[in-house]
């Protein structure tokens, strides 16, 4: 399994990036992806979420309104549309993927075996 991230950079407050992560490896289709980040000093957070499956979407409320999470499956990509954004969005972040979610809370990161290399996000 490989997920290769890319997108990141410097952006200015209230500017907007997209996020693209590459998944080679598994059957797309089958798994849950989701984009987790993490700042200096602050704990690992999962932001957005998505069945490939169903096609369903989840969003942490930090994100809700200004993010979205898509899927392009005959790419095998998820990609993060990120708007609005603040300071506060600065982190790494990080595309992760898990196979057999069930009922379990997409956006927490724990649940999830597979993970990119991250991709920095810098708002200043």
């Known amino acids: 399994v490989q997920l290769v991230e890319s997108g990141g950079g410097l952006v200015q407050p209230g500017g907007s990036l997209v996020l693209s992560c590459a998944a080679s490896?598994?059957?797309?289709?089958?798994?849950?992806m989701s984009w987790v980040r993490q700042a200096p000093g602050k704990e690992r957070e999962g932001v957005v979420a998505?069945?490939?499956?169903?096609?369903?979407?989840f969003y942490a409320d930090s994100v809700k309104g200004r993010f979205t999470i898509s899927q392009d499956s005959g790419k095998h990509t998820v990609y993060l549309q990120m708007n609005s954004l603040t300071p506060d969005d600065t982190a790494m972040y990080y595309c992760?993927?898990?196979?057999?979610?069930?009922?379990?809370?997409?956006?927490?990161?724990?649940?999830?075996?597979?993970w990119g290399q991250g991709t920095q996000v810098t708002v200043s």
């Open positions: 490896g598994f059957t797309f289709s089958t798994y849950a």
């Open positions: 998505i069945h490939t499956t169903t096609d369903s979407t």
């Open positions: 992760a993927a898990t196979y057999g979610l069930g009922t379990r809370d997409p956006l927490s990161w724990v649940h999830y075996q597979y």
